[in-house]
């Protein structure tokens, strides 16, 4: 991590807003800010946040103080701020990591909450922990842990996998629901009645033991990343979540105890298949690679930085993992096409 002062400086003037905006959107500035200072832009971080910010809300007011019965305000997008505040004095009183451990197994059946938004925040927030622990940082897991409770939603008919596929040939067998209108709520709504839905979460290959859903997990991120070049254009923003949100859980899987990584891998294999069902298109685009140079890696962050979006450099940052385990330069053209088919901002 390059920079760390700018991260930090960039996650206290977010911290002023609040973790949505314009009634349900998802606030991206800290993930955005994150990977950007990652990639060794941080000298455009805060002119980036000051255009972003423009769109922001103010955090907002808090309702009532979460306390023992807090599992009536699991999912009560009202209680956000409550649920922000709730985390703060958590991670006051005990190390991130035991806070961590403790609340994951009670958020991750709920990680479809805000468009898969609070797993990917709470995975940015993980990832530079790891790595150096300040206040702001803190912080900024308070904010995505609260976000995440706050908009806590299932995703129907979670099982375990018990099947032989891998995950490209899982996610390939994913059916999609007919009638792919409306936001992902009311889309999610429809998957208890799409035929084949059980069978697909069920077919991805069971892990033996926790390194083997770690490895599972890996290649459930390389392949959305990957099958983003043929279906993104069935809707290039939404689908980067295919790849984004397994891969928010694969990185904080360092911090977890090992017996939970199972069930984290179940978790982030029903949302990146939810993202395919209700938003993939069935047939796929030709797959063509666009052109790297040499320097593929860093070119393609760059370019996403220059492109502006938020969606564009999440997905690249997230490609990138996909390229540094693969060498494949498909996961970089994947990239490329996410910021072709996503207006810049």
Request: charged share 20%; with cysteine; glycine share 8%.
């Given at each position: 991590m390059?920079?760390p002062g700018?991260?930090d400086?960039?996650?206290?003037?977010?911290?002023?807003t609040g973790?949505e905006f314009?009634?349900?959107?998802s606030?991206?500035?800290?993930?955005?800010?994150?990977?950007?200072?990652?990639s060794g832009?941080?000298?455009?971080?805060?002119r980036?946040?000051d255009?972003y910010?423009?769109?922001?809300d103010e955090?907002?007011?808090?309702?009532r103080?979460i306390?023992?019965?807090?599992?009536?305000?699991l999912?009560?997008?009202?209680?956000i701020?409550?649920?922000?505040?709730?985390f703060?004095r958590e991670?006051?009183?005990?190390?991130w990591?035991?806070?961590?451990?403790r609340?994951?197994?009670?958020?991750?059946?709920?990680?479809?909450?805000?468009?898969t938004?609070?797993?990917?925040?709470?995975g940015?927030?993980?990832?530079?922990?790891l790595e150096?622990?300040?206040?702001?940082?803190i912080?900024?897991?308070a904010h995505?842990?609260?976000?995440w409770?706050?908009?806590?939603?299932?995703v129907?008919?979670?099982v375990?996998?018990?099947?032989n596929a891998?995950a490209?040939?899982a996610?390939?067998?994913?059916?999609r629901i007919?009638d792919?209108?409306?936001?992902?709520t009311?889309?999610?709504?429809?998957?208890?009645?799409?035929?084949g839905w059980?069978?697909?979460?069920?077919?991805l290959?069971?892990?033996?033991?926790?390194?083997?859903?770690?490895?599972l997990?890996?290649e459930l991120?390389d392949?959305?990343?990957?099958?983003y070049?043929?279906h993104?254009?069935?809707?290039?923003v939404?689908?980067?979540?295919?790849?984004?949100?397994?891969?928010?859980?694969?990185?904080v899987?360092?911090?977890?105890?090992?017996?939970?990584?199972v069930?984290?891998?179940?978790?982030a294999w029903?949302a990146?298949a939810?993202?395919?069902?209700?938003?993939a298109?069935a047939?796929?685009?030709?797959?063509?690679v666009?052109p790297?140079?040499?320097?593929?890696?860093?070119?393609?962050?760059?370019r996403a930085v220059?492109?502006?979006?938020?969606?564009?450099?999440?997905?690249?940052?997230t490609?990138?993992?996909?390229?540094?385990?693969?060498?494949d330069?498909a996961a970089?053209?994947a990239a490329?096409?996410?910021?072709?088919?996503i207006s810049?901002a």
């Amino acid at each position: 991590m390059s920079s760390p002062g700018t991260l930090d400086e960039a996650y206290e003037r977010l911290h002023l807003t609040g973790p949505e905006f314009e009634g349900w959107l998802s606030n991206h500035g800290p993930m955005a800010a994150e990977a950007m200072v990652r990639s060794g832009h941080a000298d455009q971080v805060h002119r980036w946040v000051d255009r972003y910010q423009r769109r922001l809300d103010e955090m907002p007011d808090p309702d009532r103080r979460i306390g023992p019965s807090w599992r009536e305000a699991l999912g009560d997008p009202r209680r956000i701020r409550d649920w922000i505040e709730f985390f703060t004095r958590e991670l006051d009183d005990d190390p991130w990591r035991e806070v961590l451990a403790r609340w994951w197994p009670r958020l991750l059946p709920g990680i479809a909450a805000g468009a898969t938004h609070g797993v990917i925040r709470v995975g940015h927030a993980v990832r530079v922990l790891l790595e150096e622990q300040t206040q702001p940082k803190i912080i900024e897991l308070a904010h995505g842990m609260g976000y995440w409770a706050a908009r806590w939603q299932p995703v129907p008919g979670v099982v375990q996998p018990t099947g032989n596929a891998g995950a490209d040939t899982a996610l390939a067998g994913v059916p999609r629901i007919d009638d792919q209108t409306g936001g992902i709520t009311s889309r999610i709504a429809r998957l208890p009645g799409l035929p084949g839905w059980p069978e697909a979460l069920a077919a991805l290959r069971a892990p033996v033991e926790p390194a083997d859903a770690r490895t599972l997990l890996t290649e459930l991120v390389d392949a959305a990343v990957l099958r983003y070049r043929g279906h993104g254009h069935g809707s290039p923003v939404m689908l980067v979540h295919s790849a984004t949100a397994p891969n928010a859980v694969l990185r904080v899987l360092p911090a977890l105890p090992t017996e939970l990584w199972v069930r984290s891998l179940a978790a982030a294999w029903a949302a990146s298949a939810t993202v395919t069902s209700v938003y993939a298109p069935a047939d796929a685009a030709p797959e063509s690679v666009l052109p790297v140079a040499a320097n593929g890696a860093q070119e393609v962050l760059a370019r996403a930085v220059e492109h502006g979006d938020e969606h564009v450099i999440k997905f690249a940052d997230t490609a990138v993992d996909t390229f540094g385990r693969t060498g494949d330069p498909a996961a970089l053209s994947a990239a490329l096409r996410a910021c072709h088919m996503i207006s810049p901002a």
